[in-house]
Nanobody, 126 residues
């Protein structure tokens, strides 16, 4: 069974930066597009960013465009989310997810992902 393990969350002041990492077990990581989602208390899980298998294409939510960067290192089975210029409204639990190969819809749709990590808390203070 593939497992996704996130790390790198924490408490940061507004305007600061964090880099999240998500490492996958197994040998098939490079075959799958990957995504990051987040969920704040009392809110639905929302799309943050996604990246294709060879990192040829990336996708971002409008709310993070220009501030966050998704990348991947297939040799390390790891996907990253570099978060700059953080705002209090970025506070949430951040999840990485593996996109299903059978899904052809939008990268922003949570139901298109078949494996999820346990999440890492990001808290941005004002």
């Amino acid at each position: 069974q593939v497992q996704l393990v996130e790390s790198g969350g924490g408490l940061v002041q507004a305007g600061g930066s964090l880099r999240l990492s998500c490492t996958a077990s197994g040998r098939t990581f490079s075959m799958y597009p990957m995504g990051w989602f987040r969920q704040a208390p009392g809110k639905e899980r929302e799309f943050v960013a996604a990246i294709t298998t060879s990192a040829g294409s990336t996708y971002y939510a409008d709310s993070v465009k220009g501030r966050f960067t998704i990348s991947r290192d297939n040799a390390k089975n790891t996907v990253y989310l570099q978060m700059n210029s953080l705002k209090p409204e970025d506070t949430a639990v951040y999840y990485c997810a593996r996109r299903s190969l059978a899904y052809t819809g939008r990268y922003s749709t949570p139901s298109g992902y078949d494996k999820w990590g346990q999440g890492t808390q990001v808290t941005v203070s004002s």
